[in-house]
């Protein structure tokens, strides 16, 4: 699965290029946007007939060139001259084509602009339905040092059912070494068709290594988790996101109606290890919480800027405070930022991770791949570029971090659970933004 099943980590619409304003359309923007573009554009045919792979690369380029944020990167790099120069090279198959593709947008140095092959493709659009074809596993890099950890399995899934608990380092997938591969390619190795197996080398915690094999299954996310907490004679809701995907609005609302209705005393939202995701389903949630507050500001790449604001009303208003760390990514820091601006949530926990950009996804038609390409920045309310910066939180949550978020260890959420609860609680002032 993604990470967290990959961290970080946030994926409707054709990119803005067109356009002059982005803002106004945020609400149609994914992370990763979903768009089917099926052929080049009439009268864009090159004067020699190019074979299938080489028009693939052909239309890479121009969907590149026509949405990417800053096409001012297009001139340092000599963007025209490294399209002549890849359709130089053979370029007769599909492999060649991803090849050349990947070739081409490495010297733009933008790791969120890449080339998606169809398996990543499809599942990345999966994803965004809050399923994924896999073994269930959500994962996370283990502070310290580069060893991929499980960070907690997926109730009802494979890794689930097989007992891989959480803190289990992956060591292993199908032979290949996982520091090798990193967090996203060990991730990617993970899923597949349903049906299909995989072997793991696993090292559970305190234990020794042992080979292990899954057979991959359709896996509900479940990117929304919700229960009741009590402490000091108050009743608090805990609203857990761990990616916004299509069902997480609806899924939100239904959790916050129900917390109404228990009549809680307040609500601690929980964003950690949640990577992104729509863009959409992240502005949904702060409407939930914001009234009428301003929520993001983007620049597209003709520098228009547009705010997008939440309606008027709330879903819920009560007290509350919000969970971050470095797995806090993209359309989370977004939500994150917003409620922290607008001092409606203190935010608890550590640094996120910086991702102040948004992409949209591009089918590239038959094959089955995609383009992830970067299309617009973003900024907090208060003006803020978190790009490769991140929030700092209110209040920094002691190290080591709880492993398994919202799991019976989580130390974390025992001190947000005990300041929310606190007969003379003095909250935190919300929206500090530290020098």
């Known amino acids: 699965m993604s990470a967290p099943a990959a961290a ?5 619409a054709p990119p803005e290029a067109a356009g002059p304003r982005l803002g106004s359309r945020l609400r149609g923007l994914l992370a990763w946007a979903l768009v089917v573009v099926l052929s080049l554009p009439a009268g864009a045919a090159p004067a020699l007939a190019l074979n299938d ?3 693939l690369v052909v239309e890479s380029w121009r969907l590149v060139n026509q949405s990417y944020v800053d096409p ?3 001139e340092a790099i000599g963007w025209k001259r490294l399209r002549q120069k890849t359709l130089e090279r053979p370029i007769a198959t599909s492999t060649d084509a991803y090849d050349a593709i990947d070739a081409m947008l490495a010297p733009i140095g933008d790791p969120y602009t890449r080339l998606l092959r169809p398996a990543d493709y499809a599942s990345l659009r999966s994803n965004t339905q809050g399923t994924v074809s896999g073994v269930g596993m959500q994962l996370g890099i283990r502070s310290g040092d580069p060893a991929i950890v499980v960070i907690a399995p997926l109730e009802g899934s494979p890794a689930d059912e097989a007992g891989i608990a959480s803190g289990t380092e992956v060591v292993r997938v199908d032979g290949t070494a996982t520091y090798e591969l990193g967090l996203e390619a060990t991730a990617a190795r993970l899923r597949g068709p349903a049906g299909s197996r995989v072997l793991l080398e696993i090292r559970p915690p305190g234990g020794r290594l042992k080979e292990l094999e899954l057979t991959r299954r359709d896996v509900d996310l479940k990117p929304v988790r919700s229960r009741l ?5 108050q009743r608090l809701g805990y609203l857990r996101i761990t990616q916004f995907s299509e069902p997480v609005p609806q899924q939100v609302q239904e959790a916050l109606q129900q917390f109404q209705g228990e009549g809680i005393d307040g609500l601690i939202l929980d964003l950690r290890n949640n990577s992104g995701g729509l863009v959409r389903a992240g502005l949904a949630v702060a409407n939930a919480l914001l009234d009428g507050a301003p929520i ?11 705010a997008e604001r939440a309606q008027a009303g709330l879903v819920y208003g009560g007290p509350m405070l919000t969970l971050v760390n470095g797995g806090t990514a993209s359309a989370s820091e977004i939500l994150a930022g917003a409620l922290q601006d607008n001092g409606r949530s203190p935010l608890l926990g550590s640094r996120t991770f910086g991702k102040g950009l948004i992409q949209t996804l591009i089918g590239l038609g038959g094959d089955g791949s ?3 390409v970067t299309v617009a920045r973003y900024v907090t309310p208060r003006g803020r570029d978190i790009q490769n910066l991140g929030i700092e939180p209110d209040q920094l949550l002691p190290e080591p971090e709880p492993l398994d978020p919202g799991g019976k260890d989580d130390r974390w959420l025992e001190m947000a659970v005990n300041q929310l609860s606190a007969p003379a609680q003095q909250p935190i002032t919300g929206g500090s933004i530290a020098a």
């Open 229 to 233: 907490l009590s402490a000091n004679g």
């Open 72 to 74: 001012d990167r297009f």
């Open 8 to 12: 970080k980590p946030e994926p409707e």
């Open 296 to 306: 993001v500001e983007t620049v597209n790449r003709d520098g228009f800027s547009d």
């Open 53 to 55: 792979a080489q028009q």
């Open 370 to 372: 995609g383009l992830a």
